[in-house]
């Protein structure tokens, strides 16, 4: 006897960001919540949809994750499983192929999470790809003898990495030995992962883009491109996110068809993507990566939504539980209805925090619907290539996005974070 309404279990995403929840509830989909490890879920103060709440180790025992789905499956059927969480998009796909769930599949899902296999594919399909080469295994010196072929500076990143973590740039040979060293000391530290593999790439010089979609039955329907700066490094800190991009009519097209033909190459053919490019020289689209999942744990959604008016997590899960998007949205590029933008606080320093100010004043700001602060007082940051996570999100909807360039341009001023001063012998 399956459950009167669809059910997703939905793992690893924090209760503090609400979009995925509320989409659910938008969907008629109620969730099984798998939380984050380090975060106290209380029963009384459930997100909406969540009906309940199943504690796993999905990272420290996968498989004994599995076998619990498994087994609260066969007591109680659900009928699907998602994650907005990058490392565990792999397990998903694995889980819902076990138990028979609507999925990506385990190598769909690997292409999408690999950056060594995303390459390789996006490179046999003759979309655009840099130069690259593979550090694998505890021996790093064939990897490094075929980076030294590549045009210099190069960008040193974890295979399996996510947000900025170990993201560096090498500017010579002579220093990518060092930079391979210390990507992978990060790597042991933060992912518990000894020699990591690493992909070195040419550096591209040019803008940074987020694009959002969602694919239904292979179609690929583009609800937003956003900016994202021009982040050169060495550790490539994000800062800024704002949609839709001002592109012109040609470069914006190259991005549609790069992008949609992305999913094609990589296999994806339900549900949302969140893919981050760079244009070359400002007009020839690389991708970075695509990841099978809704972005920013569900800011990609706030932002595609206002956007393009399409209700990206509510469709998203009606996919993951084996439904038809309720828009029944076709391909291209959606036009767009509104403006949207994501303030990314940088650390702008690293040690303890000892203040963090600006953010209280915009809770009331109009334009601003969303403060969502991550690092507080007392937090030690970590300094960079690590990755200790964003102080805080200033999440805002405006007319146009040249108005959301002005308001970024105030919060640069706003906000600032102090350090505590070491201590001295």
């Not at 991708?287 to 744990?297: C, F, N, P």
Request: hydrophobic share 45%.
């Amino acid at each position: 006897m399956t459950e009167a309404r669809p059910t997703v279990v939905l793992l690893y995403q924090r209760v503090s960001l609400p979009w995925i929840f509320e989409g659910a509830a938008r969907a008629g989909v109620d969730v099984v919540l798998v939380p984050r490890p380090d975060e106290e879920v209380r029963a009384d103060r459930l997100p909406p949809a969540v009906v309940e709440v199943l504690p796993l180790d999905v990272e420290g025992d996968p498989a004994g994750a599995l076998d619990a789905l498994r087994k609260r499956h066969e007591a109680r059927p659900f009928h699907g499983v998602a994650t907005l969480y990058d490392p565990l998009v792999p397990f998903v796909a694995e889980a819902a192929e076990l138990l028979g769930l609507p999925g990506i599949g385990r190598d769909t899902a690997l292409g999408a999470q690999d950056k060594r296999v995303m390459r390789e594919r996006l490179s046999a399909a003759a979309l655009n790809v840099p130069r690259f080469a593979r550090v694998d295994g505890p021996d790093p010196e064939p990897g490094l003898a075929a980076a030294g072929d590549l045009d210099f500076p190069v960008v040193v990143k974890p295979a399996h990495g996510f947000s900025s973590l170990g993201v560096t740039r090498a500017d010579t040979p002579e220093a990518l030995r060092g930079t391979v060293a210390e990507v992978r000391r990060v790597c042991a530290a933060k992912l518990g992962v000894a020699d990591a593999a690493l992909v070195v790439e040419e550096y591209l010089d040019g803008p940074e883009f987020a694009v959002e979609s969602l694919v239904s039955g292979g179609r690929v329907r583009i609800l937003s491109i956003g900016y994202k700066g021009e982040p050169e490094g060495p550790y490539f800190e994000e800062s800024v996110y704002r949609a839709p991009a001002v592109l012109p009519a040609a470069v914006r097209d190259a991005v549609v068809r790069e992008v949609t033909a992305a999913h094609a190459a990589l296999g994806i053919a339900d549900g949302p993507t969140h893919t981050e490019l760079r244009l070359r020289g400002g007009t020839k689209p690389y991708l970075l990566e695509m990841g099978a999942r809704i972005g920013g744990s569900g800011v990609s959604h706030y932002v595609a939504s206002h956007v393009s008016g399409v209700d990206l997590a509510a469709e998203a899960l009606r996919i993951a539980v084996g439904g038809a998007p309720a828009g029944g949205y076709g391909e291209g590029l959606a036009e767009p209805v509104g403006a949207a933008a994501n303030y990314i606080v940088p650390c702008g320093g690293h040690g303890r925090i000892s203040a963090v100010h600006g953010l209280d004043a915009l809770r009331d700001d109009p334009r601003v619907d969303h403060v969502v602060q991550m690092l507080f007082p007392g937090d030690e940051v970590r300094p960079y290539p690590d990755f200790t996570g964003y102080p805080a999100f200033v999440i805002s909807r405006h007319g146009s996005t040249a108005e959301a360039e002005e308001f970024h341009a105030l919060l640069e001023r706003a906000i600032r974070i102090d350090y505590a001063e070491e201590a001295t012998a």
